[in-house]
């Protein structure tokens, strides 16, 4: 993955999770459609808007599920690349799963660790990492915005692991809101 430094780069970009299908996937061709660069993180490519959008579309190939695998991105320099001389940088945390769908009891241990992965500790890290990055500079604007649900207020049957991520997402953006 190459960001291009050879066209002027804009002011505001967006990192995406989730950006291959469904909302995710509409949130970053709405912002490639406003010239705003984009920066897809999921486990798959989405090679549409790559061809669409060369000079403004970046992707990254990374299990969000896989705190290891998030880890070892995070140390690698993309991030810096991208927001380097951004004047705002808007992170949307968009993926996410509702598995395990079961009741309790009968629910795969791993498929509750991947959940809560992917739907509560992938979007605090991303949010700490963009938090912490030196390539912005200090009057740089960061956004950054958890995708939530009406699980997060509402409890459906069988959903208790989706409910309580999105539960811990919401009380993570309230946190934050106070404290930046």
Known sequence: MTISTSAPRSAIRAIVTGHTRG???????SLLQRNIEVLGLGRGAHEELASLHPARFTQAV???ADPAALERWLAGDTLNAF??????????????????IAPLGEQDPLAIAR???LNVAAPL?????????????ADASR??????SGAARNAYPGWSVYCATKVAGFNV???QTHVH
């Open 125 to 137: 890290m991303l949010a700490n990492a963009l938090a912490a990055t030196r390539a912005l500079s």
């Open 83 to 100: 927001t380097l001389g951004a004047q705002c940088v808007l992170l949307v945390n968009n993926a996410g799963t509702v598995d395990p």
């Open 115 to 117: 959940a809560v992965t």
């Open 23 to 29: 909302l995710g996937a509409a949130l970053a061709q």
């Open 62 to 64: 990374v299990d969000l």
């Open 143 to 148: 956004r950054i915005v958890h995708v939530s």
């Open 173 to 175: 953006t309230s946190a």
